[in-house]
């Protein structure tokens, strides 16, 4: 018992010790001031910008937050799901051909979507859901994020053929933040926003400096210009994959 007690305190104490600045910071209270450079957009392919935004707390670098924006005059948004064959974003990309995949929603243990999906105007996951928070819609070069408090959802979705419920909110049609605070619950973020100029927006962190509710108040005062924001993913399953002719 007392060499199980020692081990115990030696690998608290190197792990305490091996704690990177990101999460010292993450868990500092008060919480630290978190500020970001300009922002510089790097055009790769007709109507699709990149660029990362290096995010610093008190002066130290603590996440880097890679970033897509597309024109959906020239990009058609699919959602797509296969619960017999799940596959990586790596491996989705491949399969599809497509310039850009990034991961979002929530599933079960057997891959089923735990909210719901439409693709080509087919509905998958729940037939019967309440959401209090909102859904990335596309119906040809109509490209959206709705607010879902208060509507039927079925009938909400029903005018899109692709469509994908997810939550929290991080900045709603009135720009308001409706992620609750869990100061605990720091994981690496996928997050789709729309500008104010129509423009998709996608982004992706790299550490697990913010919860969710840190990543809307910094999404709602950064250079992002956002009109409306859906969270879609947290944690190590968090990816993002572009490949065009020029870029990748």
Do not use: C
Not at 24 to 44: F, K, N, S, Y
């Amino acid at each position: 018992a007392v060499a199980s007690a020692l081990l115990l305190a030696i690998t608290w104490v190197a792990v305490h010790n091996a704690r990177q600045a990101w999460l010292e910071l993450a868990i500092q209270t008060p919480e630290p001031t978190v500020t970001t450079p300009a922002l510089q957009w790097q055009a790769v392919d007709a109507g699709m910008e990149v660029a990362e935004m290096e995010i610093k707390a008190d002066g130290t670098v603590v996440d880097n937050m890679v970033l897509v924006r597309l024109d959906p005059r020239q990009y058609a948004f699919h959602v797509q799901w296969d619960g017999e064959k799940p596959r990586t974003a790596e491996q989705w990309q491949h399969d599809l051909g497509v310039a850009l995949v990034v991961n979002g929603s929530y599933f079960g243990s057997h891959f089923e979507p735990l909210t719901p999906l439409r693709h080509k105007g087919i509905a998958y996951g729940p037939s019967h859901y309440t959401s209090s928070h909102g859904a990335f819609v596309a119906n040809g070069t109509t490209v959206d994020i709705i607010d879902l408090q208060g509507r039927d959802v079925s009938q909400a979705l029903g005018q899109y053929p692709e469509a994908m419920v997810s939550y929290p909110l991080l900045v709603d049609p009135q720009g308001v933040n409706r992620a609750t605070e869990s100061h605990d619950w720091l994981a690496s973020r996928n997050f789709v926003a729309i500008d104010h100029d129509g423009r998709v927006i996608l982004g992706s962190t790299k550490t697990g400096f913010f919860t969710i509710k840190r990543l809307g108040d910094f999404l709602k005062s950064s250079p992002l210009d956002i009109r409306v924001a859906l969270n879609l993913d947290g944690g190590p399953l968090v990816s993002q994959v572009i490949q065009t002719q020029t870029y990748s």
